[in-house]
Structures are given as C-alpha cells and as structure tokens.
C-alpha cells in the first residue's frame, strides 16, 4: 500500500557516492564532461558533409541533435559545482532523456545494419574483391575456397562478432543507467540542500502552493524567489514527474543524516582510540 501510494520514484536507486570512491557532484562532472566530449564528433559528422560525404537522414539528425547537446552541456556543466536547483535538475532531465534517445539511434542503427546484411549478405569487401584474388573462387572451375563467402567457417566468425556486439551494446548501456542514476541523485541531492537552507514557511510549499505532508518543499514553487519567470514554471514541470523522488521524504533524509552521525561518530572514537 505505501509502495503503490509512493510511486515508482521510491524504488529508483539513490547512490550517496560514485563507484564508493567520489562524490555525486565530482562523479556528475565526470560523467557530463565525458558526455561532452562524446556529443561534439557530431561537429565533425556535419563538417563531413561540407566535403561532399552523403548522410542519411538517421545520421543527419543524429549529428545535429548531438550539436544542440554539445551547446546544452556547455551551458549547464558549471553550475554542477555552483549548486544550482535549475540548472542541475535540467542536467539531469537532460542526461536522462538522452539516454533514451541514445538508445533508440541505437536500436536504429542496430536494424538498419541488419537490414543491409540480410538483403546483401555477401557484404561489401564480397561484391569489390577481383576475380583474381586467392581464396574468392579464383581459378576455371569456380569454386570457392574454405573460408569464402557463406561457408560454415565464415558463418561462425559472423555469429561470434554479433554476439561481442551484443554484449558491448548491453553493457555499455548498463553503465550508462547507472551514470543517469548518478546525476538524477546530485540533482536531488542540490534540491533537497537548497529547500533545507529556505525558511521553514516557505520551504513547506509544494508544487502546487500547498503543504505536503513528508516532503521538502519544491524550490520552484509559486511565490519563491526560484518560481519566478519561465524556469520557475519549467523547473515546477520538472518535478511534478517523479516529485516523490526529486524532493524526497523527511523521514528518509532524516535516516540518511542519522546514518552519517552515526559513521562521523564511530570515526571519531576509533581517533580518539589511536591517540596516545
């Protein structure tokens, strides 16, 4: 009953960490600044076609969405370590959303390779090797040697590197949800320490202008100095999806910072135990 009145929101992983060994803001930065980086060969890919190379239309919009990437990370990557609510929360939405992107290029790049192998399934390096090269049916009586093209040999090779790809694609993708985890919790991270720092009045506004019973209250509610103007209402659009997560629940901050105590406090007794 309390998981379904909750939401899915309360089953998303909340890490405090990145891979147990950096802070949520240093591992964002690591993952935004990688991100960058991987957005900005779709510069390259549009300078390609000023010199004649033909794009399809999948890798056009894949290029020119890349470049709207690279201009959106560059706007947002330093307010990681400002702790801005916006501009956190709108890198997050924006890491979350392009990993569903990410995926469906993917899945289309993944269909059209496939479609082109089962229509062609000799493949490109079969239709522009000579008659006279060794081991493609060479010779007068036109047979093919073993290891051409549709022996069994050649079978094998196929489905062993689908299935490296395969498990690539796969794993890649998991670490990529885990870094989508990763800056979704720095995000909630900032929101929830900026609702903390607001007076109590004012920080116990939800969404809608009126007290939640449980929660933090939304930084961009109406009436605060966060609600004003066009990313007031964005950022209010923001956390109405998944709310119970982004702003979280007392009683799990306040389990959170009863756990921290209690480490700060075994920490400074094993000192104190050291000490001559």
Not at 64 to 77: D, G, T
Not at 127 to 140: E, F, I, L, M, R
Not at 147 to 175: C, F, K, N, W, Y
Request: glycine residues 12%; charged residues 15%.
């Amino acid at each position: 009953m309390a998981a379904t009145s909750r939401g899915w929101w309360l089953r998303m992983p909340r890490p405090r960490t990145f891979f147990g060994i950096m802070s949520l803001q240093t591992g964002t930065e690591i993952i935004t600044l990688a991100l960058l980086l991987n957005k900005i060969t779709g510069i390259y890919g549009l300078i390609a076609v000023l010199t004649g190379y033909a794009l399809s239309a999948l890798q056009l919009s894949m290029y020119l969405y890349s470049v709207l990437c690279v201009a959106a990370l560059a706007f947002l990557m330093p307010h990681i370590r400002k702790q801005t609510p916006f501009h956190n929360l709108a890198l997050a939405w924006l890491y979350l959303l392009d990993t569903a992107i990410n995926a469906a290029y993917t899945t289309s790049f993944a269909v059209a390779w496939y479609l082109a192998g089962f229509h062609d399934p000799e493949g490109t390096a079969g239709k522009d090797a000579s008659p006279n090269t060794p081991g493609v049916g060479g010779g007068n009586n036109g047979t093919y040697a073993v290891g051409g093209a549709g022996s069994p040999r050649e079978e094998d090779l196929q489905a062993r590197e689908t299935a490296v790809s395969m498990v690539t694609i796969v794993a890649l993708t998991l670490v990529r949800a885990y870094f989508a985890v990763v800056v979704a919790g720095h995000a909630r991270a900032v929101l929830l320490r900026f609702a903390e720092g607001r007076p109590v009045q004012e920080a116990r506004v939800g969404v809608g202008g009126a007290a939640q019973k449980g929660r933090v209250g939304n930084p961009f509610a109406e009436g605060t100095a966060e609600g004003d103007g066009w990313r007031g209402g964005l950022g209010r659009v923001m956390v109405s999806v998944g709310e119970g997560y982004w702003l979280g629940s007392r009683e799990d901050e306040e389990w959170t910072r009863d756990v921290s105590s209690k480490f700060r406090s075994a920490a400074r007794s094993q000192g104190g135990e050291r000490a001559p």
